[in-house]
């Protein structure tokens, strides 16, 4: 059958799987260079100066890079480690290393070197040439959080966890979380769609400075919702607080609008009267270890009606509590889109207080789905119980970072301390190997690129007198528990 034959208009607008055909088809004389072209569409010039000169590889187009292969290579797996460690640099900060890097080295360049940057067309055709890192707005997250969520706490959870489910055999219906959030009078209203040059972008917010309020939601593996709490920060309470609220919802006052030992007693009573624990089927219950939760009264009320408390590692809220993984995230942004809706089809009408239970309601109802409650306890590997479902990667920060009185030191962490006392720049390098193959070409160049944006040094252990002990996971409601708690 007569072969179609594809025109070419562009430059370099042709595969090289069609090449490849071309070149094969010539080869064994199937048909000449130039019917070859044709049926291809390819150039006749290209097809013939690749076979001239044996090139079958994938050519780029236009000016060639600053930086070879293997030097972009060797600085996107250093970018990378940088942002598993939380010290990302941003656009403005590898414009200024490549900048340094190239004039260190002799390279030739065409930076500007009056603001001793590389160009801003360097960066994103470095960014489309190496597809694997991108502009990713970060998370905040304390010093705290990172050394914290380390594979010692983590797993000593899981052992707890595992302890109470083979001994009570939980049911996913019977397997809760709580945590606190909160919610305010002035809205983030977000992105507007403005006219194109217009310096300033202004949109109505109900105050200068909001009031928050606290809600505490609660929610099972199996998908169903406790009915919230509202705090107020108010000496008395109002029913019209409650105007319009979540059916079933509690509403509650305190001075600063916080949750307190009180106000978590009177949430426990709130949650027994919807979970109805028994002694045939007793509940565990998932939470953080504030100060609120963890005290005398609290434990006798659980030890009597049947909850089991579990309280998660210090500081991994952002990485375990389920609350906060799955559910608040979308819950604020559905808030947001109420009150911003509230805000723009009342002309001059602000937030109150009074208005924040019919508000949240809207969002609630949206957003608390069973989904919501499966998918966050998988997603935590809390239920079905998935000990692994962090990685090494996960802990990679941690174990980097970690001292000797942490007792969370990786083995190439300790092989590390063990060849000098000040890790120098090749061993501090070397805990990368965990996560990436190294590419360096150090060798080739009198100044490493990771040189000139170093990874962090680990911490030199120091003695720090502690208030208290440290805490861990633990099981609240257990027996020894309690001596410590009389103690307090």
């Known amino acids: 059958m007569p072969r179609k034959y594809v025109r070419v208009t562009n430059r370099g607008d042709w595969s090289h799987e069609n090449l490849l055909n071309a070149i094969s088809a010539i080869s064994n004389k199937e048909m000449s260079i130039r019917k070859a072209s044709k049926a291809y569409g390819i150039p006749f010039s290209t097809v013939q100066e690749r076979i001239k000169k044996g090139q079958t590889q994938i050519l780029n187009l236009g ?16 970018i990378k480690d940088l942002a598993k460690l939380f010290y990302g640099i941003t656009p403005l900060q590898l414009r200024s290393a490549a900048f340094t890097f190239a004039e260190d080295n002799k390279l030739e360049h065409n930076f500007n070197s009056s603001l001793k940057l590389a160009g801003i067309d360097w960066f994103y055709n470095f960014i489309r040439r190496n597809p694997s890192i991108t502009i990713r707005k970060p998370e905040a997250t304390s010093i705290s959080r990172i050394t914290a969520f380390n594979k010692t706490e983590v797993s000593l959870f899981f052992e707890n966890l595992e302890m109470l489910m083979e001994k009570y055999s939980f049911v996913p219906s019977r397997i809760f979380n709580m945590d606190e959030t909160g919610i305010s009078t002035v809205q983030d209203p977000g992105r507007i769609i403005a006219p194109k040059g217009q310096k300033r972008v202004g949109s109505v917010t109900s105050w200068e400075r909001g009031k928050n309020v606290t809600v505490i939601c609660s929610m099972s593996a199996s998908g169903t919702f406790v009915p919230p709490i509202f705090i107020f920060p108010r000496k008395r309470m109002c029913h019209q607080l409650q105007r319009n609220g979540p059916l079933g919802a509690v509403y509650q006052c305190t ?200 990874i962090p040094k680990k911490p030199s252990p120091k003695v720090v007198r502690r208030r208290s002990a440290k805490q861990h996971s633990t099981v609240i409601t257990s027996t020894p528990m309690k001596t410590i708690l009389e103690l307090k």
Not at 67 to 73: A, L, R, S, Y
Not at 297 to 313: E, R, T
Not at 419 to 439: A, D, F, G, I
């Open 63 to 78: 000016r060639k890079p600053v930086f070879c292969i293997v030097v972009e290579n060797d600085m996107t797996e250093h």
């Open 255 to 454: 001075k600063n609008g916080w949750s307190n030992e009180d106000i978590f007693l009177v949430w426990l009573q709130h949650f027994v009267n919807h979970t109805k624990p028994s002694t045939a089927e007793p509940v565990l219950l998932i939470l953080d270890n504030h100060g609120s939760h963890i005290n005398l009264p609290a434990y006798d009320f659980c030890k009597k009606n049947n909850i089991i408390m579990l309280s998660l590692p210090p500081h991994t809220s952002h990485r375990m509590q389920l609350l906060d993984v799955t559910f608040f995230g979308p819950l604020k942004q559905a808030f947001k889109r109420e009150c911003d809706l509230f805000m723009k089809s009342n002309s001059l009408v602000k937030i109150t207080p009074y208005d924040l239970a019919e508000l949240f309601n809207k969002a609630y109802s949206i957003v608390a789905t069973i989904q919501k409650g499966v998918s966050g306890f998988s997603s935590t590997g809390i239920y079905p119980m998935n000990p692994n479902i962090f990685t090494e990667e996960d802990f990679f920060a941690a174990n980097t970072f970690a001292t000797d009185d942490t007792n969370t030191l990786s083995p190439v962490v300790i092989e590390m301390n063990s060849t000098s006392e000040e890790p120098s720049s090749n061993s501090t390098n070397n805990v990368l190997k965990n996560s990436v193959p190294s590419t360096s070409t150090s060798s080739e160049y009198l100044v490493t690129f990771k040189s000139i944006t170093p």
